[in-house]
């Protein structure tokens, strides 16, 4: 169900405390940490303790708590001095989804091209 912890989804089981990562943030709706396999020198994944399959029904289901996700990608950013960055939310497998529960990367710390992918 939607918004429920899910037994095999490793954002939850990340959230939950059983699979262990590099925080970098925490507040009672998200959390920040770093991207196991980094696409620059700051690559990390803000999502939501709640899970939702994607940022579209976050958006629609808890808009407060994406709005949060959205604050949090700028402290991280601000928390890593960067005066420009990128924050990304890929939907669906044929955008580059790959864990699917909602997050931001924020990426920085290098020059982004356009168009991205």
């Known amino acids: 169900m939607a918004g429920e912890p899910q037994d095999d989804c490793l954002f ?18 998200t959390v920040a940490f770093r991207d196991i396999n980094p ?8 999502i939501p303790k709640a899970h939702y399959a994607n940022a579209a029904d976050l958006a629609v289901e808890e808009p407060g708590t994406a709005a949060d996700i959205l604050r949090e990608a700028r402290a991280v950013a601000d928390d890593d001095h960067l005066e420009s960055y990128r924050i990304v939310f890929n939907t669906g497998a044929g955008a580059g989804q790959t864990v699917f529960h909602a ?9 982004m091209q356009w168009p991205p992918g």
């Open 12 to 29: 939850c089981k990340i959230v939950g405390g059983q699979i262990p990562a590099t925080i970098v943030r925490e507040t009672e709706t």
């Open 39 to 46: 696409q620059a020198p700051t690559h990390v994944l803000v």
């Open 103 to 111: 997050h931001a990367h924020v990426l920085g710390g290098r020059g």
